[in-house]
C-alpha cells in the first residue's frame, strides 16, 4: 500500500483513464418495447465505476434502485470488494474491531516480532522500577514508580503503530509483510516517526505538567476542581486530535509538522466517532489483558508474592518472583494489544479517507482488482511512485 499513489492526498478532481476503452453509444430502444438489463459488472454492476455505470433514467423493476443493486428483486446494494481484512467501504465499528484483530491473528509472526521487543523494554523497565520503589520500603515511592513509565508506555505505543502501520496498510489490500519488508519500508522514516514521538511527548507533557499543577492546592486554591476537569477535556481532545499523525507520516510521506496538521483535518468533524471506537477498544484491550495476565497473578500469588502488590508478600524473594511474573504476564500482553491498538488507528485512518477523499477506489486500483484500472506501476525499491 506504501507504493501506491493512494496514500497521498487526492487533489480536486481526478483524471478519467486515458488507457480504458470508451464506452459504446447507446442505441436506443424501438417505441415500446423494453431495453434489456445491463450485464452485471465484476461486483454485481450498476454501482458506480464499479460496475457498468448508472442505471438508465425512468422507472427501472424491481425496486426504486434498478435490478442491478441486488439482483432481481432489487434488494440491497452489492458486496463491496473485500481483497485484505476489511471492505473497501466506509467501516462500521465492528468492522475496524475485527480488522485490528483480523490483522493480528492472520500477520502474526510480523505483529509478534515487532511488538515483543518494545514490550519487553516497556516491562524490564517497569520491573525495574517496581522493585527500586519496594525496596524504599515506601508505598509512595513504589507507586510513583509504577506510574513513571507511563510516559515510556506512550512512546512505545507511537513508535509501535509507526512500525505497524506497514504491515496493516498492506494487510487492507491482502499482501503479506514480513519483518524485513516492514523494516525497509519504515527505516527512511524512522527518524522523522522518532521526531513525531519526541513531540506529541513535550505536547503531552506539558498538557500533563499544567494537569498536575492544577492538582496543585497551593497553586490554585479553591478553583482546583473547576480547572482539572476542563484540562483532562483538553489532553483527551488532543491526544484524539493528533493521533492519525503516525499513519500520516508514514504512508502519505509527510514531514512531522504537516502530518500532525493532516492528522487535525481528518479528525475534526467526527471527533465523537473517533474517540468513542478508541474508547470501545481500549475496554476491549483491558479485559483482553486482564483475562491474559490472570494465571502469572494466580501464579504469583501461589509463591507468597501477594495479589499483585510485593507489600504484601512472604519475603524479599517472593516480591522480587511477583513482580518478574506479572512483568512476564504484561510482556505476553502487549505483545497482543500492541498490534491490535495499532492496526485499529490505522483502520480508523483508512476509514475516515473513505469517507472525505474516495481512498476505497485508489485501494481496489491498488489491490489490482478487475474493473478499476491497473494498479499503477513503481520502479523496484522505490517506497513512492513517480510524480506522487
Known amino acids: 500500500m ?54 438508465a433514467p425512468g422507472p427501472q423493476p424491481g425496486g426504486p434502485y434498478g435490478p442491478q443493486f441486488g439482483g432481481p428483486y432489487g434488494w440491497g446494494a452489492p458486496p463491496s470488494p473485500k481483497p485484505g481484512v476489511v471492505p473497501l467501504r466506509p467501516l462500521g465499528v465492528g468492522e475496524i474491531l475485527d480488522g485490528a484483530f483480523s490483522t493480528a491473528r492472520i500477520h502474526w509472526r510480523t505483529c509478534f516480532g515487532l511488538s515483543i521487543v518494545l514490550a519487553a523494554i516497556t516491562e524490564v523497565v517497569q520491573a ?17 514508580a509504577s506510574y513513571a513509565v507511563l510516559p515510556l508506555d506512550l512512546l512505545v505505543g507511537v513508535i509501535a503503530g509507526g512500525l ?23 527505516r527512511p522514516r524512522l527518524g522523522q516517526l522518532l521526531g513525531l514521538t519526541g513531540l506529541q511527548a513535550l505536547i503531552m507533557g506539558g498538557l500533563f505538567a499544567l494537569l498536575l499543577g492544577a492538582g ?9 476542581p473547576l480547572l482539572m476537569l476542563p484540562i483532562l477535556a ?8 493528533i493521533g492519525f499523525a503516525a499513519p500520516a507520516l508514514m504512508l502519505e510521506k509527510q514531514d512531522v509538522i504537516t502530518a500532525l ?15 468513542g471506537i478508541n474508547v470501545l477498544l481500549q475496554l476491549l484491550l483491558f479485559l483482553i489483558a486482564a483475562i491474559a495476565v490472570l494465571p502469572f497473578a494466580a501464579l504469583a500469588y501461589a509463591f507468597g508474592a501477594g495479589f499483585g502488590d510485593p507489600f504484601a508478600a512472604e519475603s524479599d524473594t517472593a516480591a522480587g518472583i511477583g513482580i518478574a ?24 485512518y483508512v476509514d475516515q479517507r473513505i469517507r472525505r477523499e474516495a481512498l476505497d477506489i485508489e485501494l481496489a486500483r491498488a489491490a489490482g482488482l478487475p474493473g478499476h484500472g491497473a494498479p499503477h506501476a513503481t520502479v523496484p525499491g522505490q517506497t513512492t511512485p513517480p510524480g506522487a
Do not use: N
Request: glycine share 12%.
Open 2 to 55: 506504501t507504493d501506491t499513489p493512494g496514500w497521498t492526498p487526492p487533489g480536486p478532481s481526478a483524471e478519467p483513464d486515458a488507457s480504458a476503452p470508451a464506452a459504446p453509444a447507446a442505441t436506443p430502444a424501438p417505441q415500446g418495447t423494453t431495453p434489456p438489463p445491463a450485464a452485471p459488472g465484476p461486483y454485481g454492476g450498476g454501482y458506480g465505476s464499479w460496475g457498468t455505470g448508472p442505471a
Open 128 to 144: 525495574l522500577a517496581e522493585w527500586w520503589g519496594y525496596r524504599s520500603g515506601s508505598a509512595t515511592t513504589y507507586a510513583f
Open 164 to 186: 505497524l502501520t506497514i504491515v496493516v496498510s498492506r494487510a487492507v489490500l491482502g499482501q503479506p509483510t514480513d519483518l524485513k519488508d516492514a523494516w525497509r519500508s519504515t
Open 216 to 224: 496543585s492546592t497551593d497553586l490554585f486554591g479553591p478553583a482546583l
Open 234 to 241: 483538553v489532553i483527551i481532545w488532543v491526544v484524539v486530535s
Open 261 to 275: 496538521k493532516r492528522s487535525w483535518r481528518l479528525v475534526h468533524g467526527a471527533w465523537w466517532r473517533i474517540f
Open 325 to 348: 511474573l506479572l512483568a512476564v504476564g504484561g510482556t505476553v500482553v502487549k505483545c497482543i494489544t500492541i498490534p491490535a491498538a495499532a492496526a485499529c488507528t490505522v483502520l480508523l
